[in-house]
Structure formats: C-alpha cells, structure tokens
C-alpha cells in the first residue's frame, strides 16, 4: 500500500478534462513538500510532468497543470488526446519514513 | 544532452547480490547541484525509491532496504553503482537510475532484472 494514495483509473473523452488526485497526510504533502507528477507509458521509463505546482519540463503543454491543497494534490490534463492514455505518478518526501514516496499511480484511459 | 544508462545482469540467482551500473552523459557528477538516485518497479506494480547519492559520498537509502543496499559513485567514470545483497524473488523489478533536484528530472530506460534459480 502506497503512502501516497492515488485512484487506480480515471477515464475522459477526447477534449474533455480530467483530474487525479493524490492524497498524503501530514508527514509529506502536509508538511509542505513538493508534489511531482511522472508520466510513463507501458513498458517505457517514467518522465518528469510537473515539478512542483507548476513547473513543466519543456515539452509538456500548459493544458496540463498541478495544485497543492493541505494534505492532498491534483493533477490536471484539459483537452484530452490519445497521447494522453499512460500511467501517471504522483511523488513527494516523507518526513517520519525519511524516503522520496510514489503514489500507487494512476491509469488514465481515453475513451 | 543529458543522458543516463543502466548496465548489469538481467538474471541474478536467489541470496546473490544485484550489482547494477548507471552510467551518465551531459553532466558530471561531481557537480554539487543533484543527487543522483535508483528506483525500482516490480512487474504491474508502482515505483519503490530504493536510494540516493551526493557527489561528496553521501547516500540516503530506503529504511526498507538499508540493510542490503549500497550506493556508490566514480567520478572518474561518470557513473554511480546500486549493490543489492541476499536477493529473493521480491526483488524482481526494472531497476531505474535517476538524477533528483527537486524531482527525478531525467531517468534512464531502466534495466530489467529476473531473481530467480
């Protein structure tokens, strides 16, 4: 079981928006530590989305977008596109564990 | 550009050590500006931080795997090494290196590795 909980599914119709959430408590996302979200298509490495709120890797369009809200943090993708159909992770540091923690990740099918 | 490339045996025998290599181009790591870390997935599972090194030596590991585990770094090569000790099955996984800043900003394709007799 993952410290950082994320829904194992969420699913959009192209153009739509979408949401995935990923929720901590107040040893990680809490204590103000960064959210990071990672992007990994099957059977490829993860790459970097967001870091932070809202710092995109160049390349990644501003249609995707992260917030921050208490012990919790949402990942954002408007204008749904068949590239988007991956896997998606969110990450941050646990203050009592002492370990960089993933989210369980997040399949996100496009319909 | 930089770029980051994992090396080592695919198949490694039960109670063995793991030894993983990652070696690194378009940066040094003697810069003091990123860690540089491993990080693993088990076959349909998520990602599992397993540790991180500092260009002066200094590693950060996953308390669920410190007893076995041991990053190291040759600045002389540009590349830094992962040793898992007294493997079992539970250790199968594609292994990951990394560099972090904030994030793990770039990631190698990642190496698979089977622990099976």
């Known amino acids: 079981q993952s410290v950082l909980t994320q829904p194992p599914s969420v699913s959009g119709a192209p153009g739509q928006k979408v949401t995935i959430s990923c929720i901590g408590n107040?040893?990680?996302?809490?204590?103000?530590?960064?959210v990071h979200w990672y992007k990994q298509f099957p059977g490829t490495a993860p790459k970097l989305l967001i870091s932070?709120?809202?710092n995109r890797p160049s390349g990644v369009p501003d249609r995707v977008s992260g917030s921050k809200s208490g012990t919790s943090a949402s990942l954002a993708i408007a204008g749904l596109q068949a590239d988007d159909e991956a896997d998606y992770y969110c990450?941050?540091?646990?203050?009592?564990?002492?370990?960089?923690?993933f989210g369980g990740g997040t399949r996100l099918n496009v319909l | 550009q930089l770029q980051l490339q994992e090396s080592g045996p695919g198949l490694v025998r039960p109670s063995e050590t793991l030894s993983l290599t990652c070696s690194v181009s378009?940066?040094?790591?003697?810069?003091?500006?990123?860690?540089w870390g491993w990080i693993r997935q088990p076959p349909g599972k998520g990602l599992e931080w397993i540790g991180n090194?500092?260009?002066?030596?200094?590693?950060f590991y996953n308390p669920s795997l410190k007893s076995r585990v041991i990053i190291s770094l040759d600045t002389s090569k540009n590349q830094f090494s992962l040793k898992l000790s007294s493997v079992t099955a539970a250790d199968t996984a594609v292994y990951y290196c990394?560099?972090?800043?904030?994030?793990?900003?770039?990631w190698g394709q990642g190496t698979q590795v089977t622990v099976s007799s």
């Open positions: 090194i500092f260009y002066r030596g200094n590693t």
């Open positions: 990394a560099r972090r800043h904030n994030s793990f900003d770039t």
């Open positions: 378009g940066d040094s790591l003697s810069s003091d500006a990123y860690f």
């Open positions: 990450q941050s540091y646990d203050k009592s564990l002492n370990i960089w923690v």
């Open positions: 932070g709120r809202s």
């Open positions: 107040s040893s990680n996302i809490g204590a103000g530590y960064e």
